[in-house]
T-cell receptor
Framework: DGGITQSPKYLFRKEGQNVTLSCEQN?????MYWYRQDPGQGLRLIYY???????QKGDIAEGYSVSREKKESFPLTVTSAQKNPTAFYLC??????????????FGSGTRLTVV | AQTVTQSQPEMSVQEAETVTLSCTYD???????LFWYKQPPSRQMILVIR??????QNATENRFSVNFQKAAKSFSLKISDSQLGDTAMYFC????????????FGTGTSLTVIP
C-alpha cells in the first residue's frame, strides 16, 4: 500500500543535541512538507519541497534544516538552535498538477520531547 | 497573508444528531481550495472533504457536507447522524491555487460525540 512513513513515533532529545526525523513516501508525490503541531495553535509550516534538491522555508523555519536528495525522502533535522522543540511533527506530501489539488496525504507523526 | 479562524475550540453532540463546525478565512485571492481534515486520537490527519472556490455547489461526502459562502468567506462543516468514531479534532484549511501548495490551517475544533 502506498503511503507516508514517519519514524520514529516517539523521540527524546537532550538539550543541545541535533535530532533527525525521517519521512519517506512511496506515492510518487512531487511535493513534501513538514508541519509542527502545538496545542491550541493548529499546524504551522516549517519547510516544504516541490522538487528534488530544492526546498523552501515556511513560517517557522528557524532552528530546523531539511534535505531532499531523493523524491521519496524528506528528513527534518531539529537543531540545537531550536529553543522550544517539544512538539508533534507531521510530514505530508501532495501531487503537483497545474490547476488542481487534491490535498495532502499525511504521515502518522513524530512526537519529539526534550528531556 | 491568509488566515483561517475556527471560533469553536470545543463542541459536543449526541450520537445520531447533527452538528455544524464553523470556519472563516481571510484572503484576497479568488482562486483557492478549502479543506476539512479530521485528526482522531491516533493523531493521523484524514481528509474529510474538499471544496474548490470556483464551484458554487457545496461539496458532500456521505454524512459530511459543507456550507460554502464565498462572499462571506465562510466554510462550515456539517456532520449528520454523528457517530462515536467522529470524535476527533477537526481542522479547516485553505490553499491558494497554482502555488507551492502551502496549507493554512485553523486552530482546530475538538468534537466529542456523546453516546
Amino acid at each position: 500500500d502506498g503511503g507516508i512513513t514517519q519514524s520514529p513515533k516517539y523521540l527524546f532529545r537532550k538539550e543541545g543535541q541535533n535530532v533527525t526525523l525521517s519521512c519517506e513516501q512511496n506515492l510518487n508525490h512531487d511535493a513534501m512538507y513538514w508541519y509542527r503541531q502545538d496545542p491550541g495553535q493548529g499546524l504551522r509550516l516549517i519547510y516544504y519541497s516541490q522538487i528534488v534538491n530544492d526546498f523552501q522555508k515556511g513560517d517557522i523555519a528557524e532552528g530546523y534544516s531539511v534535505s531532499r536528495e531523493k523524491k521519496e525522502s524528506f528528513p527534518l533535522t531539529v537543531t540545537s538552535a531550536q529553543k522550544n522543540p517539544t512538539a508533534f511533527y507531521l510530514c505530508a506530501s501532495s501531487i503537483l498538477v497545474s490547476g488542481a489539488n487534491y490535498g495532502y496525504t499525511f504521515g502518522s507523526g513524530t512526537r519529539l520531547t526534550v528531556v | 497573508a491568509q488566515t483561517v479562524t475556527q471560533s469553536q475550540p470545543e463542541m459536543s453532540v449526541q450520537e445520531a444528531e447533527t452538528v455544524t463546525l464553523s470556519c472563516t478565512y481571510d484572503t484576497s485571492e479568488s482562486n483557492y481550495y478549502l479543506f476539512w481534515y479530521k485528526q482522531p486520537p491516533s493523531r493521523q490527519m484524514i481528509l474529510v472533504i474538499r471544496q474548490e472556490a470556483y464551484k458554487q455547489q457545496n461539496a458532500t461526502e456521505n454524512r459530511f457536507s459543507v456550507n460554502f459562502q464565498k462572499a462571506a468567506k465562510s466554510f462550515s462543516l456539517k456532520i449528520s447522524d454523528s457517530q462515536l468514531g467522529d470524535t476527533a479534532m477537526y481542522f479547516c484549511a485553505f490553499m491558494k491555487r497554482n502555488t507551492g501548495n502551502q496549507f493554512y490551517f485553523g486552530t482546530g475544533t475538538s468534537l466529542t460525540v456523546i453516546p
